[in-house]
């Protein structure tokens, strides 16, 4: 079983940076592809960023050229540092483990404006 434990949130101004960080238990973390996604209050949860086994990523529309999502396979962490950020990226951000299913608890981040 895998579980995942997401850190890094907080309150950052507009055009703030934040990384956040997903530690992974498990021993195929490695081979598998992972993903972040957000919810902010009121709306449907949606996608951010995924990376593939091989380090392939994808981005949503939104977030492209400002976050980018990595990953150290010897650590079993991934990470999703956030540059240039907007009032509009506050939300809860969850770690994704596709091939399980498994979510992480969530982190909280807020932009002030």
């Known amino acids: 079983q895998v579980r995942l434990v997401e850190s890094g949130g907080g309150l950052v101004e507009s055009g703030g940076s934040l990384r956040l960080s997903c530690a992974a238990s498990g021993s195929i973390f490695s081979i598998i592809a992972m993903g972040w996604y957000r919810q902010a209050p009121g709306k449907r949860r949606e996608f951010v960023a995924s990376i593939t086994s091989g380090g392939t990523t994808t981005y949503a529309d939104s977030v492209k050229g400002r976050f980018a999502i990595t990953r150290d396979n010897a650590k079993n962490t991934l990470y999703l540092q956030m540059n240039s950020l907007k009032p509009e990226d506050t939300a809860v951000y969850y770690c994704?483990?596709?091939?399980?299913?498994?979510w992480g608890q969530g982190t909280q981040v807020t932009v002030s404006s």
């Open positions: 994704n483990d596709p091939f399980h299913g498994y």
